[in-house]
């Protein structure tokens, strides 16, 4: 994104003044940064997922726009040093206001290579206002050629060894953005506003997202569209299951940006069960018949819409007592002498008592299930009601297996492809069901330690081994009310019940501590480890893989979204790891400030 919507710099045509070199000089003394914050929104559950950071020269300065800012920055040589003063006032008003979600910081490629990458500058800003790398993602702005992907590739890998998340800006511009995609992995990548724009009348763009965005979730990489400016790109991105969105239309940049945004589209669910979709979805409002309703009437309703497969008769309280099936009620009238026969009867007489109630707020899962159970499960309509037992309309039984089968394949596409465990998308959807609940539960992340160590003494094959029976195991563990999403790799998701988790999440620790040592050698079971490197490529002695666990209350009734639990869960994490063998980092903290551990709260 350019001018307002970034701070990515704009190649001029035009040579900088005098004026403008004293200006830079001036601003990068003095620091004279002004910071401005963008939100990047989640549709999907009409929370805040981030910011991203942008700058701003002094007021009434001729550099007061980042483009000339950038442009005089690149043609004086001083690039490199107004990029990380960007990246630190950034860092520290971010923390000073207090904002939740990820940051996303605009960062030159040239910068990570050159300085950061080797003096370790970010960390140490961000050490220096308590910040989480966990919550932060590098985002890779410059339009210009990579030419070295191997050392990029390097410089990338370790940002998030150390917890960050990498973006890549403004897909689909620039020199060669899908190469980047492809070379670099990004966890993020935000697709060029050209493509959003307009996207509610322009089928081609429609087409065009559609397709990146099943490369998106082939590569477990998230899409942001940018410069949504108006309701309707914004719902038809919505309606297309891109979620997050950045743009005008939610708010301009600013040094005090919104916390939380007032809900503009209705919730993409009605969130209950694992699928989070109820009967409500196939519910169409027909109109009734009632109780004492003649039969000529019925006839006469079927004769006029000859694609009317169904009614429902209602007593006077609008609760359904029967329905009449077309094919079985104009059956009764093949003999010639039926209509003289019923012409005075009421339909109560004609109609089938036995018929599939479901309420709306029934999970579609249950509803099959209720179906296949039923011993009149062929039957091909059911009647929908509310809450209170009172008609809201019918469903077909072609539409619930079709409706099932759709959410089977989405199950299976975000399932991870090795355990099979439900991955990010339905493990947000879980958090955000048990929150749209209003009930109280324990958020757990889950992840090994000197997990890749292993991996790179034993081989791949048996590192799937090991991830394999710890999922088993967090399954047999979490109980049949407990949840268990595989977040990728070595890390997985379990959401408890309150009542039990603490108990359950040392069952787990002591399980893995048995289990853990079968599968390594003899030798390396009596040394406790092994001569191997860390993450740095340094040599040193490895001790077996251990299991840390974040743990993490939600109170009844919270006001929270998914994305705060996950960014709770992103900071705890750091902290469990620091934790020497297996450990549970239980959150004491009152609010959201800082985290406030003792001794007593980590358990090995």
């Excluded at 309509?381 to 019918?394: C, H, K, M, S, T």
Aim: with cysteine; aromatic share 6%; net charge negative.
């Amino acid at each position: 994104m350019q001018d307002d919507h970034d701070v990515s710099a704009a190649v001029s045509e035009h040579r900088v003044t005098a004026e403008q070199v004293d200006e830079l000089a001036r601003i990068l003394d003095e620091g004279a940064i002004t910071p401005l914050f963008q939100p990047i929104v989640d549709a999907g559950c009409q929370g805040i997922f981030g910011y991203e950071a942008l700058a701003r020269g002094p007021a009434g300065s001729p550099l007061h726009s980042p483009v000339a800012l950038f442009d005089c920055a690149r043609e004086t040589g001083r690039l490199l040093e107004l990029d990380l003063l960007c990246r630190r006032r950034a860092i520290e008003a971010f923390a000073r206001c207090g904002l939740p979600g990820r940051l996303f910081l605009n960062v030159m490629p040239a910068s990570l290579l050159e300085r950061d990458f080797r003096e370790g500058l970010t960390r140490a800003y961000l050490d220096g206002v308590g910040l989480s790398p966990e919550r932060v993602v590098i985002e890779l702005t410059e339009h210009l050629p990579i030419h070295d992907y191997a050392l990029m590739r390097q410089a990338v890998d370790h940002y998030r060894r150390m917890g960050f998340q990498v973006a890549l800006d403004d897909l689909g511009a620039g020199y060669s953005s899908l190469r980047h995609w492809a070379e670099l992995r990004p966890d993020f990548v935000k697709i060029d506003r050209h493509f959003a724009q307009g996207i509610d009348h322009d089928p081609g763009k429609r087409q065009f997202l559609t397709s990146l965005l099943e490369v998106s979730r082939s590569l477990g990489c998230q899409v942001i569209a940018e410069g949504i400016e108006t309701e309707g790109e914004q719902r038809c991105l919505w309606e297309m299951n891109c979620t997050l969105m950045q743009g005008y239309h939610f708010a301009r940049p600013s040094a005090k940006p919104p916390t939380r945004l007032e809900p503009s589209l209705p919730a993409r669910r009605e969130v209950s069960g694992s699928f989070g979709t109820t009967a409500a979805m196939l519910c169409r409002h027909l109109a009734p018949v009632r109780q004492g309703t003649r039969v000529p009437e019925v006839v006469e309703r079927f004769r006029l819409d000859p694609e009317l497969r169904c009614l429902a008769v209602l007593d006077d309280g609008d609760r359904p007592v029967g329905v009449v099936r077309q094919h079985e009620f104009l059956g009764v009238f093949a003999n010639p002498f039926s209509h003289s026969l019923h012409a005075r009867r009421a339909i109560d007489e004609l109609m089938d008592r036995r018929m599939l109630v479901a309420e709306a707020s029934m999970p579609l899962e249950a509803l099959s299930r209720r179906v296949t159970e039923s011993a009149k499960g062929s039957r091909d309509d059911f009647v929908v009601v509310d809450d209170d037992g009172r008609y809201r309309g019918l469903g077909q039984i072609v539409d619930l297996l079709r409706e099932i089968t759709a959410l089977q394949v989405r199950a299976a596409r975000q399932a991870n492809p090795l355990t099979g465990l439900p991955g990010n998308e339905a493990i947000h959807d879980t958090l955000a069901a048990r929150l749209a609940r209003g009930e109280a539960f324990v958020a757990v992340y889950a992840d090994l330690d000197a997990f890749k160590a292993y991996n790179d003494v034993y081989g791949y094959a048996r590192g799937d081994q090991v991830i394999l029976a710890l999922a088993r195991m967090l399954q047999e563990e979490s109980g049949d009310d407990g949840f268990v999403g595989h977040v990728g790799g070595d890390d997985f998701m379990l959401v408890l019940g309150e009542a039990t988790a603490k108990s359950r999440c040392e069952a787990i620790l002591a399980r893995f501590a048995h289990f853990a040592p079968q599968f390594y050698s003899l030798e390396h079971r009596e040394a406790g480890g092994f001569d191997g490197h860390d993450r740095e490529g340094r040599a040193r002695f490895v001790p077996l893989m251990s299991l840390s666990l974040a743990y993490h209350a939600v109170a009844p009734g919270a006001e929270r979204t998914a994305m705060d639990i996950g960014n709770v869960l992103a900071e705890l994490k750091a902290e469990a790891k620091r934790q020497p063998g297996n450990s549970l980092f239980v959150d004491r903290r009152q609010g959201r400030a800082g985290l406030d551990c003792r001794p007593d709260e980590t358990l090995r």
